[in-house]
């Protein structure tokens, strides 16, 4: 059999030993190495999407892989990845290192400077185990094997109140509506407000969780709170200084055991860089960066992704910046955001309307914003933008979403702004209908009765001239009126008469029904005079 291996070490003489040691070893295909923690998951990551089969049997972890401690790395490791032996490579050889080492779940562990024997003896036994574990997955792997875990998204702000917390409660709830398991860790370690927004006094917190070397099901349950809405809330302490409890170890862990029993874990940082926020972000899938639009709020979030990227944790490329209060007559614009900051700027901007917040913020129930609230309605836009929602068919099964969710998800879809507008006309139709005909009929009538007008003046005048010659007075006067008049007014009657001095032309014109041409008894009358010359 052979056995696929992936090395992971960061320092290139390293790589370059073990790399050699490896091609010497039988029925080995050693892949190259990857050169730190990040590129290590997201190799496995993309392996993983494919098939389990496309997993390699062993994963050799350097001890000074970085920037993720190597036993952190081997923990998460473990967990995303059940069915690959990871050993780990460490020039430690104390007991305490060794326990650990299988605390966190490595298959074994290879001392340095390496050795033939010793390498390949280890190699072979998380190969072979690994080779049952995948026959133990093999007959149930959808159920049992959810590859690299579900979605981690990070919601952090420029600076405070730019609105975090908010969006990551809004993203839970949609992600949530749509029918997946969603937990929203706060890791506002000081100042969370995750608990306020949702009407939750509970006393266990993340902090409850730092001490804990293995989270199984049962301790996990203790500290997280299920919400009436659906949602599995791991609460920041209450008492501010136990955030100090809370390391990157910590929060790795805690994110690493979420991810597992979850298909979205949304994660509010709020706006103060520490070492567990700082994991967080490096393990997101997405890592979204709140900021306002103004001056201090750009600079901010400036200083933010360059803190970002100086530590390593994530680059601006990498990093979805979402503009809170947004409007169109700010001079701050997405645009300018995203060639400021460097980053990518979600398409869903949130407006600028507080107003619609005021209430269920003050009565601690952000789950009952309005669903036709402009704010949530771009906030679960966003949901869908970063695909944490699935639209679920009409009628189909799954838990019953309340009126007011299935309206927002409406409006999440694809084509739902579409669908919206067309609905909205095509209830307005009968009514824009009526107003149209009736405009018409009034273009009708007022153009009827310029006609009308203009053929008295013109038979009138023509009266005039032909009873100053003593001519045909009636036949000059409908002759005049009628010449410009269209063909559908033929039914017009012309009269003139003398009135002492004055030539009298009086028209009446049918008015027609909708199209020239179809009277329906309607008339408008015209009348015209010119004063009579006098016989010489």
């Known amino acids: 059999m052979t056995i696929r291996i992936l090395p992971a070490v960061g320092d290139i003489d390293s790589a370059g030993a073990l790399t050699t040691l490896l091609g010497q070893l039988a029925d080995a295909e050693p892949a190259p190495p990857v050169p730190d923690s990040t590129a290590l998951l997201d190799t496995l990551a993309r392996l993983a999407a494919d098939s389990l089969d496309e997993l390699p049997e062993v994963v050799l972890v350097h001890e000074r892989i970085g920037p993720v401690p190597a036993l952190d790395l081997v923990r998460d490791l473990v967990l995303r990845f059940p069915a690959v032996g990871v050993v780990l490579v460490t020039s430690d050889t104390s007991t305490g290192v060794l326990t650990a080492a299988m605390d966190s779940g490595a298959r074994g562990i290879v001392n340095l400077p390496l050795s033939y024997d010793a390498l390949a003896e280890r190699v072979q036994a998380a190969a072979a185990w690994s080779t049952g574990m995948r026959r133990h997955l093999g007959s149930a792997t959808p159920e049992l094997y959810a590859g690299p875990g579900g979605t981690v998204v990070t919601v952090s702000g420029a600076k405070g109140g730019v609105g975090a917390t908010v969006t990551a409660v809004q993203l839970a709830l949609a992600a949530q509506a749509s029918g997946r398991t969603v937990a929203l860790l706060d890791l506002d370690l000081q100042s969370g407000d995750v608990a306020s927004y949702l009407d939750v006094q509970f006393r266990r917190s993340v902090a409850d ?35 100090e409890e809370v390391t990157d170890r910590v929060a790795r862990h805690v994110l690493a055991t979420l991810r597992s029993r979850h298909d979205v874990v949304v994660v509010d940082c709020g706006s103060q860089m520490t070492a567990a926020t700082a994991a967080a972000v490096e393990m997101a899938d997405q890592a979204l960066l709140l900021v306002t639009p103004d001056v201090v709020a750009i600079r901010a979030a400036k200083r933010m992704v360059r803190l970002w990227d100086r530590l390593q944790i ?17 001079e701050i614009q997405p645009s300018l955001v995203e060639k400021v900051t460097g980053t990518k700027v979600a398409r869903n901007a949130v407006p600028a309307a507080f107003k619609e917040l005021q209430s269920v913020v003050d009565a601690g129930r952000l789950q009952d914003l309005d669903a036709r609230s402009s704010v949530k309605q771009a906030l679960w836009s966003l949901a869908g933008e970063l695909e944490l929602v699935t639209p679920q068919e009409a009628g189909g099964g799954g838990r019953r979403r309340k009126p007011s969710d299935r309206g927002a998800l409406v409006l999440r879809r694809k084509g739902g702004d579409r669908g919206s507008a067309t609905l909205e006309f095509a209830g307005m139709f009968p009514l824009l209908l009526i107003v149209m005909t009736i405009l018409w009929q009034a273009a009708l009538y007022g153009y009827t009765y310029s006609l009308a007008s203009n053929a008295a003046d013109e038979a009138a005048r023509a009266a005039t001239a032909a009873h100053a010659i003593d001519g045909d007075v009636p036949g000059a006067c409908q002759a005049a009126g009628t010449q410009h008049l269209p063909a559908a007014w033929s039914d017009t009657s012309i009269d003139c008469a003398s009135n002492g001095t004055v030539m009298k032309a009086e028209v009446e014109a049918p008015v027609p029904l909708f199209f020239p041409g179809f009277d329906t008894g309607w008339t408008v009358n015209g009348e015209a005079g010119a004063a009579l010359e006098k016989s010489p």
């Open 314 to 330: 994530r680059k601006a490329e990498e990093t979805l910046t979402v503009v809170n209060r947004h409007s169109r007559g700010t």
């Open 209 to 243: 969780l730092a001490g804990i070397t293995d989270i199984n099901p049962r301790v996990l349950q203790e500290a997280v709170f299920a919400h009436d809405t659906g949602l599995s809330l791991l609460l920041a302490p209450a008492e501010g200084e136990r955030g």
